[in-house]
């Protein structure tokens, strides 16, 4: 039975392995930004998977791969992280959605969403390392992932979107729908589409208008190896770090915003 576990692990090791020098291979051949456009598939439901989307770019600052398009209703962005400390920084700081006029430098006007979104108090329990679960345990530990996301993940904020309230229901009919879920692999996936309607004042006249995308930095309280203790009103009393806990392949751009951005024309 030892042996049998063993093995299992092993297999799954060496899965995750292929699986990550996929991506790799995958990503190396998109572009590091998309500028071009895409017209959406005929058929897109939005449910955090990504069935229906070929990923346009690969972007190595953010680490994630991504697609942004449209039709004659929606603007969309899908994305995926598939990489484990990537996921952890998004379940944790969120992923904030800006799209802006094309003539303008600033997004002091722009129009933002930001998903997922959590408080600090009201994190999901999220089992982002799948490499010491039994092979034959791996979907049920993706499953119970998938719904503690949901059941936590019911509100993105906004802003600059005229008519739409800061604090957003996942579940409102204003013209925005947002879904997340990790597939098979524990890859995280992002799914948005925004009416046109809401942004008919960040997109110019030709159609054109300026995307970004970031990544918010990981909450100091979600950061691996932190231990943070914090009175009843929230206030940080003492701060300390096991390195033991940290896991590897964590580096600096967890606890900053990576983004990035291009412009976009509707056609």
């Known amino acids: 039975m030892k042996n049998l576990?063993?093995?299992?692990?092993?297999?799954?090791a060496l899965t995750s392995i292929l699986?990550?020098?996929?991506?790799?291979?995958?990503?190396?051949?998109?572009?590091?930004?998309?500028?071009?456009?895409?017209?959406?598939?005929?058929?897109?439901?939005?449910?955090g998977k990504a069935n229906e989307w070929s990923f346009q770019a690969y972007n190595s600052a953010t680490d994630v791969f991504y697609t942004v398009a449209h039709d004659n209703e929606n603007i969309y962005l899908v994305l995926k992280a598939a990489d484990e400390n990537i996921s952890r920084k998004i379940v944790?700081?969120?992923?904030?959605?800006?799209?802006?006029?094309?003539?303008?430098?600033?997004?002091?006007?722009?129009?933002?969403?930001?998903?997922?979104l959590f408080s600090?108090?009201?994190?999901?329990?999220?089992?982002?390392?799948?490499?010491?679960?039994?092979?034959?345990?791996?979907?049920?530990?993706?499953?119970?992932?998938?719904?503690?996301?949901t059941s936590k993940g019911k509100f993105a904020r906004t802003a600059g979107i005229k008519g739409v309230d800061t604090l957003l229901s996942v579940y409102n009919?204003?013209?925005?729908?947002?879904?997340?879920?990790?597939?098979?692999e524990m890859h995280y996936v992002y799914?948005?589409?925004?009416?046109?309607?809401?942004?008919?004042?960040?997109?110019?006249?030709?159609g054109k208008f300026f995307y970004k995308i970031m990544l918010n930095p990981m909450a100091m309280d979600d950061l691996p190896g932190v231990i943070i203790k914090r009175d009843a009103g929230g206030n940080i009393m003492s701060i300390s770090v096991n390195k033991a806990d940290v896991p590897p392949g964590v580096n600096q751009s967890i606890s900053n915003i990576t983004d990035v951005s291009a412009e976009y024309t509707l056609k």
């Open 120 to 149: 600090y108090k009201d994190k999901p329990d999220v089992k982002f390392s799948l490499k010491a679960t039994p092979a034959d345990s791996i979907d049920y530990v993706i499953s119970v992932n998938n719904k503690n996301l």
């Open 19 to 47: 699986l990550i020098a996929v991506c790799n291979a995958f990503g190396q051949k998109l572009p590091n930004k998309q500028e071009t456009s895409l017209v959406a598939p005929a058929k897109v439901k939005i449910d």
């Open 92 to 116: 944790s700081g969120g992923i904030t959605f800006v799209i802006n006029n094309a003539g303008k430098k600033s997004d002091a006007d722009a129009a933002r969403i930001t998903y997922p």
């Open 191 to 206: 799914e948005l589409a925004v009416s046109r309607k809401l942004l008919k004042d960040v997109v110019n006249a030709e």
């Open 5 to 12: 576990f063993a093995f299992s692990t092993q297999v799954l």
């Open 173 to 184: 009919t204003d013209g925005i729908s947002i879904a997340s879920s990790f597939d098979k």
